[in-house]
């Protein structure tokens, strides 16, 4: 009977360890691509400063220069509204991945929960037991 608690015991551990390593493989895959999309942003911005100052420089009219800032300003505005998009997809799917994750783990745990255990007998307590009471008498 021992045997089979440990052996039960060293099952539930395993499952554990398992579901901890399913666990980090979504989350080091939403961070890659945040980051991923942290970095096009930061791309973007710079882009988008160069492009601005260079405008800037040009010396054009000031109609002129209006007109080039509203054009940038929608083009630059379209590609981090496309981030944007990008990222709260992201969000979306890992929210859903953690979900189901969490899902099939409470469903074995709940599986495992029900599953009934054999606890190892007392039998050494109650050897002991007798052995004290016929030392006292």
């Known amino acids: 009977m021992t045997n089979e608690f440990i052996s039960k015991l060293n099952d539930s551990s395993k499952s554990s360890y398992e579901a901890f390593q399913q666990f980090n493989v979504i989350n080091v895959e939403a961070m890659q691509k945040f980051a991923a999309l942290q970095f096009s942003l930061t791309s973007l911005n ?21 007109a080039a800032e509203s054009a940038l300003a929608n083009t630059y505005g379209e590609k981090l509204m496309q981030l944007t998009s990008e990222t709260a997809e992201l969000m979306t799917n890992s929210r859903d991945q953690f979900v189901a994750f969490a899902e099939k783990t409470m469903a074995t745990a709940n599986n495992a929960a029900t599953s009934e255990v054999a606890q190892p007998k007392k039998a050494a307590a109650k050897k002991s037991a007798k052995k004290s009471t016929k030392k006292a008498a």
Do not use: D, Y
Not at 46 to 66: D, F, H, M, N, R
């Open 46 to 66: 710079v882009e988008s400063t160069v492009a601005q100052a260079k405008l800037l420089g040009s010396g054009t009219a000031p109609e002129e220069l209006i």
